[in-house]
């Protein structure tokens, strides 16, 4: 795994592909995507570690969005066609008041400009047609919504940055627009941060230029900032595996492990003696199945010579082509 701080202007797209020019990796995906415009934590998934990305889709994100009032947006964001609004000026204690309406679970209608697929088509791709789109709303959670800065240097248009702790598929342009809504004033958001995703930091992601630098001497030399497979899944508990144990989940069978107290179908890292990471397991009633092998199947044993069969084995063989098949012998007349 590496954890990216991803800065404003590329795509999650762009850093996946220059991560996988850098480390000589075909295979990379990301564990979120995060806008061109946004900035923070991406975490990314290398090699055999991207059959985890699906135990991180999950995971809770936090934000430092800032929140531009007094205008609306044709994308909910800085990038779109901005209309002004007609409504009074917004103060910073209305914005904490109304704050309180969008904690906890929380109906919230997706952007029209967002990835979200309506008959097949991204929801984006017909809003830039000019086809109308309504995406239905959806349930999300905020946990932590909180104004931590107030410029009103501009009365008509006061921005705010907030602070926000959410769960995954909270689109923090759709929360702007609502809120500026409930104000009556209009709002988009004006930029976006990610400070967190899932146990993964902001303080902890590492800048695009000390990926360039470490990579520089050659893809190899990139393994110093990358962290094991399953870093972030310290909540999922493991087993460590005798040496036939791993023979058997390498070659897909289950095994007998104490399960106590675990539910059926919970995921169970499985590692081997080293330390290595083998596998997720999977609680089948009294037995772990093996769902994400990460280690290649062994190798066949190789065949055992026996002696006493080539032996037998042989005198049933073909002569040799050319051979005389019955040579001649004393008692021959």
Same mark, same amino acid.
């Given at each position: ?9 590329? +795509? ?37 570690? +991207? ?38 000026? =917004? +103060? ?150 005798? +040496?036939?144990?791993?023979?058997? =989940? ?27 990471? =083998? ?6 009633? $009294? ?43 004393? $008692?021959?007349?």
């Amino acid at each position: 795994m590496l954890v990216v701080a991803k800065p404003a202007g590329p +795509t999650s797209h762009d850093v996946v592909a220059l991560v996988r020019r850098l480390s000589g990796t075909k295979r990379v995906g990301h564990g979120g995507t995060l806008d061109p415009f946004a900035s923070g934590v991406l975490p990314l998934f290398l090699g055999v570690a +991207t059959r985890l990305v699906e135990y991180h889709l999950a995971d809770a994100k936090s934000y430092r969005a800032t929140v531009c009032f007094g205008a609306t947006s044709s994308t909910d964001d800085l990038e779109g066609e901005l209309v002004p609004a007609d409504g009074p000026p =917004v +103060t910073r204690a209305a914005v904490e008041a109304a704050l309180a309406g969008f904690r906890g679970e929380i109906e919230q209608r997706p952007p029209a400009y967002s990835a979200v697929k309506v008959a097949g088509r991204r929801a984006y791709a017909l809003a830039r047609a000019g086809a109308p789109v309504e995406l239905a709303a959806r349930r999300v959670r905020i946990d932590r919504l909180e104004v931590t800065s107030w410029d009103d240097a501009d009365p008509v248009r006061p921005v705010a940055v907030l602070e926000i702790g959410c769960s995954a598929g909270t689109y923090v342009r759709s929360l702007a627009r609502d809120l500026g809504s409930r104000l009556g004033s209009g709002a988009y958001l004006g930029a976006l941060a990610r400070t967190a995703s899932g146990p993964f930091a902001l303080a902890d992601a590492v800048p695009l230029d000390d990926i360039r630098a470490a990579a520089a001497p050659g893809p190899a030399s990139l393994r110093v900032l990358l962290l094991p497979p399953d870093a972030g899944l310290d909540a999922m508990p493991e087993a460590v595996l005798s +040496t036939d144990e791993v023979a058997a =989940v390498r070659r897909g069978q289950f095994i007998r492990l104490g399960v106590a107290g675990l539910e059926d179908g919970a995921a169970v890292r499985l590692r081997a003696d080293d330390g290595r990471l =083998v596998a997720i397991g999977v609680v089948r009633g $009294d037995r772990l199945a093996p769902d994400k092998v990460l280690l290649p199947p062994p190798e066949p044993a190789a065949r055992r010579p026996d002696a006493a069969l080539d032996q037998a084995t042989a005198s049933e063989a073909d002569p040799p082509y050319g051979s005389d098949p019955d040579p001649a012998s004393p $008692d021959d007349v």
